[in-house]
């Protein structure tokens, strides 16, 4: 008997075959940046305050300056609140003069922007003062690419705050699944490329497992034994897996678990600064732009790191990286921007990194059976990680840097979670729960999936 990590063996792990599925999904996945972060310009800051037009009945020779004198509250730093106003009241103008308007409100007729820009964001609508793998992967890629395109592009004529927040929770949800499909398969939005082996021959769907293998051998150059075909079969009896096995095996529950809060945190580390950009004290778009560019060599660095040190330690390493320099901002004043931005830069790019790790090692991680699920269980952690990492960022009106001290320690508590996980590097990926008994074989002879000889197995099939 043959497992398919033999037959993959024969046929290259690392050719043009896989070399065409990376490239095929590079052109896929930037779309999900643009989902995930084009929202930051629709919420630039802008100067408002309560509409107090009801004064114009009772003053009509008022200056703009000298009615918002006398309606709207002024803050300690000397500007007007923004979302609080005088109580309207019946007194005549003279009587206001002698002593003053002092009850307050919330606004009750809008809010005036003096900036008088004709443009729509989520700003100006007037929504600005709120209290704080049953069916394989290809179908889900497909499905979910689809709704990105056209919701995406809706998302750019909607009329109204409602509307846009229903877009939203769709493109949120198909990007996750163009990321959660693609790790798992390793391929695009494309009819040609068809299903993962691996995962075919998990359910037993041998003969298409086969056309498959030697379609990637011929692409690759290579030929793979008849006879070793022939004797292509799952290594053991195949049995149905579902989320209820992260439960009842207790391996495999306590590795989701450790797993899933290193994607949280380094998902709430990485929002959490990403969704800031406007409180460095610089211009909103160039700090996005520079944000951007350190994930280049962040992303591509943390496979060459993970090739020689393995993936645990890669992990772990970036985390407190990470947990540090947030740690050091909340020492920094305020008043020197250019030092807080530094460290923020690497901040996110230690964070960037770390997400990085966690595609790769959680795919490594789960068996082939339940890695789509597992790694959606982990994005589910991610997410809510990201809904979190905004209302962290509120509490900076008790405390300017109460949020970076919660990422720091976050990411450092990250760091010694990484010391519970097994390390993957050159072993062999399991493909049932079962195999779940910490004596996986070593696979050092494998060319592996990622540009060197240090270890690792091909995530593509």
Not at 44 to 62: D, G, P, R
Not at 132 to 150: D, E, M, S
Not at 264 to 270: G, N, Q
Request: hydrophobic share 45%.
């Amino acid at each position: 008997m043959t497992n398919i990590g033999e037959v993959i063996k024969a046929l290259n792990d690392l050719g043009r075959f896989q070399f065409c599925l990376v490239g095929l999904i590079t052109l896929s996945l930037p779309t999900i940046a643009f989902q995930f972060f084009g929202q930051l310009f629709m919420v630039t800051k802008e100067v408002h305050y309560c509409n107090t037009s009801w004064f114009n009945s009772i003053a009509l020779n008022l200056s703009l300056e000298e009615q918002l004198n006398l309606t709207i509250p002024r803050k300690a730093d000397g500007t007007f609140e923004e979302c609080v106003m005088y109580s309207p009241v019946d007194q005549d103008f003279d009587d206001i003069l002698l002593y003053g308007l002092n009850a307050t409100e919330k606004c009750q007729h809008g809010w005036v922007y003096p900036s008088s820009q004709e443009k729509f964001t989520l700003i100006s609508d007037n929504k600005i003062c709120f209290s704080p793998a049953r069916f394989g992967r290809r179908p889900t890629i497909l499905l979910c690419i689809f709704f990105q395109g056209v919701f995406g592009v809706a998302v750019a004529f909607v009329p109204d705050f409602l509307l846009y927040n229903v877009l939203r929770f769709v493109l949120g949800a198909s990007a996750s699944g163009i990321g959660i499909g693609t790790l798992a398969l390793g391929k695009c939005s494309s009819q040609a490329l068809p299903e993962s082996a691996r995962w075919l021959v998990s359910r037993g769907r041998i003969e298409e497992a086969k056309k498959l293998l030697q379609k990637a051998a011929s692409i690759n150059r290579r030929t793979i034994p008849q006879q070793l075909l022939d004797q292509l079969k799952p290594e053991k009896e195949i049995k149905s897996a579902s989320v209820l096995d992260f439960f009842r095996n207790r391996r495999l529950g306590k590795m989701t678990f450790v797993m899933s809060s290193i994607w949280f945190i380094s998902s709430m580390v990485y929002y959490g600064l990403s969704l800031n950009v406007g409180s460095f004290g610089f211009n909103i778009y160039l700090t996005q732009v520079v944000f951007a560019v350190v994930e280049i060599p962040a992303r591509i660095g943390c496979i060459f790191l993970m090739q020689r040190f393995g993936r645990k330690k890669c992990q772990a390493a970036c985390l407190f990286l990470g947990g540090v320099v947030c740690l050091g901002i909340s020492a920094i004043p305020k008043d020197i921007p250019t030092l807080i931005t530094v460290l923020a830069v690497i901040g996110k790019c230690s964070s960037a990194a770390s997400l990085s790790t966690s595609y790769v090692y959680s795919a490594e991680l789960f068996p082939t059976v339940v890695r789509q699920t597992g790694v959606g269980v982990c994005q589910m952690s991610a997410r809510l990680a990201g809904i979190i990492a905004p209302l962290i960022s509120l509490l900076e009106k008790y405390h300017t840097f109460i949020p970076v001290v919660i990422f720091g320690s976050s990411a450092v508590i990250g760091g010694i979670l990484c010391c519970f996980l097994p390390e993957t590097r050159g072993r062999e990926l399991q493909d049932h729960v079962d195999d779940m008994a910490g004596n996986q074989r070593q696979v050092w002879r494998v060319q592996p999936p990622c540009l060197n000889s240090h270890g690792g197995t091909n995530p593509f099939f």
